[in-house]
């Protein structure tokens, strides 16, 4: 054997023991079937062929391509044939804190819902993390600049229009400062309601009497309240106690049924039943009464009329 062949099966012994050892180590699956699966991104933001995915935190493929495919980035997952996906899987685009090296995170998803076909194309997240943070942090410095910009373009407008507006009001002001020594001058002189509220404090007492006078008649209340509930008391009796209603009830029914009776007898009467009937509707007691005092008052002026002859004729006979 010549030395060249001698050095190209050293060079290819070395490729097998290299390739051997990066397959245990994990950097390369050798002899390891994988099924492929298509995501659409927006912009994959640095990621490459090659790149790790990782599927619920694990290592489980690679990133076999990237295209444009009509106007967004595919990217080839080549998943382990071991990992099963499922149509809940979620995909996003994450990165590594340290190195910031870019790698797809896939969700285990509902185990019960069907798994993902291969060859499928899903639609994957948008981008989280520092550089999302970053570039929303680069969208309100931009907002910021734009408002500073127009600040400072409208700041002397502004200035010149506050400025008018304090040479308008100035007399006002000044008045209106004034008005405002004079009332706290009233005040601190104990003038007025106000300044007697600042400086006496016997409306403070007062009221601080007629608290403890609030509080002196709730704890009455509360007494009051506790003994109703206990049914102390004749109104505490009426609060707990149901033999007065009871007999009310009674006395109503009772009442109910005397009212019956007196509407009945009241019915009778109107109809001219029995001899109270007949004297409410009927007249001719009253007509034969006043007929019968009219000839009584006849017989008493006959009788009077007729006193004087008796008498004399009584005394005649005596004499003779």
Same mark, same amino acid.
């Given at each position: ?136 942090? *680069? ?15 409208? *700041? ?75 049914? *102390? ?88």
């Amino acid at each position: 054997m010549s030395n060249e062949q001698r050095v190209g099966l050293f060079f290819i012994g070395g490729l097998v023991v290299l390739f051997a050892a990066m397959a245990m180590t994990g950097e390369v699956r050798l002899l390891e079937d994988r099924y492929e699966v298509l995501v659409d991104f927006e912009d994959v933001h640095g990621l490459s062929a090659g790149s790790e995915v990782r599927v619920g935190g694990i290592p489980a493929g690679t990133v076999s391509g990237l295209e444009f495919v009509e106007g967004a980035v595919r990217a080839r997952l080549a998943i382990d044939a071991d990992i099963t996906l499922h149509n809940t899987s979620e995909i996003y685009l994450d990165y590594q804190a340290l190195s910031g090296t870019r790698f797809v995170a896939i969700s285990l998803g509902d185990p019960g819902s069907p798994p993902l076909q291969p060859g499928t194309v899903l639609t994957g997240a948008e981008l989280g993390g520092l550089t999302g943070a970053f570039e929303e942090l *680069q969208k309100v410095g931009a907002s910021i600049r734009k408002v500073a910009n127009s600040f400072g373009e409208n *700041q002397d407008a502004l200035l010149t229009n506050l400025t008018a507006m304090i040479e308008e009001n100035r007399r006002t002001l000044q008045s209106t400062m004034v008005s405002m020594e004079i009332i706290t001058g009233r005040i601190a002189d104990g003038a007025g309601t106000l300044g007697m509220l600042s400086t006496d404090d016997r409306l403070y007492t007062e009221m601080t009497d007629a608290f403890a006078r609030v509080s002196l008649a709730a704890e009455h209340l509360e007494v009051i309240s506790r003994r109703l509930s206990e049914g *102390q008391g004749s109104l505490g009796r009426l609060l707990t106690d149901t033999a007065l209603y009871d007999e009310a009830r009674e006395t109503m029914s009772q009442l109910r049924t005397s009212a019956s009776s007196i509407d009945e007898i009241v019915t009778q009467v109107r109809s001219g039943q029995g001899t109270l009937g007949r004297l409410v509707n009927d007249d001719s007691l009253y007509r034969e009464t006043e007929e019968a005092v009219r000839a009584l008052g006849r017989t008493a002026e006959t009788i009077e009329d007729q006193a004087p002859i008796s008498i004399m004729g009584t005394a005649v006979g005596t004499l003779f």
